[in-house]
């Protein structure tokens, strides 16, 4: 059974750093690609960072490039994400996703329960 | 970024059939990707590729499209179905419809 398990979110103060971690089972996970999507509350989803099955590229949409970094340890079935100069507008539930890819299909089909992040002083 | 965009609310019985639209701001091919979320918890991909059912995935649930106009239909609608319904595109960079949040009555 594919499992993913997010940990670190919790309160944050504005301009600080959070690193969310991700552990996976239930799949080879050095075979797929990984990414993050945030929720914030009561708001639609957001794509937030990408990372290549080996971990050599990654992918960011504008909002977060420069400030978000994602990064995997295959040898411990880990993801993480690393959020620096951290915003209000970064208030989310973070989800971890298993990315389904198909030629140009690029779609999420398992994501972890989330773990929540608020960005407050 | 390609915008999409889907109809906020929807109430139908149970038994019936429901269809739910998605358009996106420019063409996607069929790189369009739905996903069911119930309330307080994580989302649940129903259909890939527009129109490909998930493994294990009822198949009460169908979907349909290409270029810039989607559909996911229901058909026939059950008391469990209750849920936010999103969409997503994969011809750019990934993003999501606000989604369509399907009430039973």
């Known amino acids: 059974e594919v499992q993913l398990v997010e940990t670190g979110g919790g309160l944050v103060q504005p301009g600080r750093s959070l690193k969310l971690s991700c552990v996976a089972s239930?799949?080879?996970?050095?075979?797929?690609?990984m990414s993050w999507t945030r929720q914030a509350p009561g708001k639609g989803l957001e794509w937030v960072a990408s990372?290549?099955?080996?971990?050599?590229?990654?992918y960011y949409p504008d909002s977060v490039k420069g400030r978000f970094t994602i990064s995997r340890d295959n040898a411990q079935n880990t993801l993480y994400l690393q959020m620096n100069s951290l915003r209000s507008e970064d208030t989310a539930t973070y989800y971890c996703?298993?990315?389904?890819?198909?030629?140009?299909?690029?779609?999420?089909?398992?994501w972890g329960p989330g773990t929540m992040v608020t960005v407050s002083s | 970024d390609t915008v999409l965009t889907q109809s906020p609310a929807l109430a139908v019985s149970p038994g019936e059939r429901v269809t739910i639209s998605c358009r996106a701001s420019?063409?996607?091919?069929?790189?369009m990707h739905w996903y069911q979320q119930k309330p307080g918890q994580q989302p649940k991909l129903l259909i890939y590729?527009?129109?490909n059912l998930e493994s294990g995935v009822p198949a009460r649930f169908s979907g349909s499209g290409s270029g810039t106009d989607f559909t996911l239909t229901i058909d026939p609608v059950e008391a469990d179905d209750t849920a936010t319904y999103f969409c997503?595109?994969?011809?750019?960079?990934?993003?999501f419809g606000a989604g369509t949040k399907l009430e039973l009555k």
């Open positions: 997503q595109q994969s011809w750019n960079d990934p993003t």
């Open positions: 590729g527009a129109s």
């Open positions: 239930g799949f080879t996970f050095n075979n797929y690609w």
């Open positions: 420019e063409s996607v091919s069929t790189g």
């Open positions: 990372i290549t099955n080996s971990g050599g590229s990654t």
């Open positions: 996703t298993r990315d389904g890819r198909v030629g140009y299909y690029w779609y999420f089909d398992f």
